[in-house]
């Protein structure tokens, strides 16, 4: 929930429209109305579904665990902590995502703000991308081979749903997401 209780549908509408109008990674201009509005939706969908999750206690007791450290590139900016939950890898269903992003408060508090999907590349072949999901109008990235071991070739879909980013809502990395210094 959010800090000040819940926000209203409408107050949810008029966010995803600004991120969806906002940034350079919004849903490609040639999509048709209908595309466009259920891009929109699914936003709507996503939001809400993971509002509770501004709680990392809460998203914890729903199965999403916390995978390595702080995750950030020089140069690029962050995606923060990842806190996943492997039932929902290889699901486009936008109100489950694969990773919930959280970055470091000053006080050293957790904050909700982003989500991730990880979609397994079907043939683990880095050179096709016949299977490349899509979601809110988005191809995603990869194929990208594992970042650790035991985790496949795949696909993935970043969105900033909650930290607007400069480089567009679907950016791999948000510039003003930092990991603490060690």
């Not at 071991?149 to 997401?177: C, T």
Request: aromatic share 8%; glycine share 10%; charged share 20%.
């Amino acid at each position: 929930m959010h800090p000040k209780g819940p926000i209203p549908a409408a107050a949810v509408t008029a966010l995803v429209s600004l991120a969806l109008l906002a940034g350079p990674a919004a849903p490609a201009a040639t999509a048709s109305a209908g595309e466009a509005a259920s891009a929109h939706a699914d936003l709507v969908t996503t939001y809400q579904a993971t509002l509770k999750y501004h709680s990392v206690e809460r998203a914890v007791q729903d199965g999403y665990l916390p995978m390595r450290g702080c995750i950030e590139r020089e140069g690029e900016g962050g995606m923060g902590y990842h806190y996943v939950n492997k039932a929902y890898n290889n699901t486009t269903d936008p109100a489950h995502p694969s990773a919930l992003m959280y970055e470091p408060g000053p006080d050293g508090a957790l904050r909700l703000v982003g989500v991730e999907w990880f979609v397994e590349d079907a043939d683990q072949d880095l050179s096709t991308d016949d299977d490349r999901p899509a979601m809110f109008g988005q191809p995603f990235l990869g194929p990208s081979p594992g970042v650790e071991e035991g985790i496949a070739a795949h696909y993935d879909l970043h969105v900033w749903i909650y930290k607007p980013n400069p480089k567009g809502m679907f950016h791999e990395w948000n510039p003003h997401v930092s990991c603490p210094a060690d």
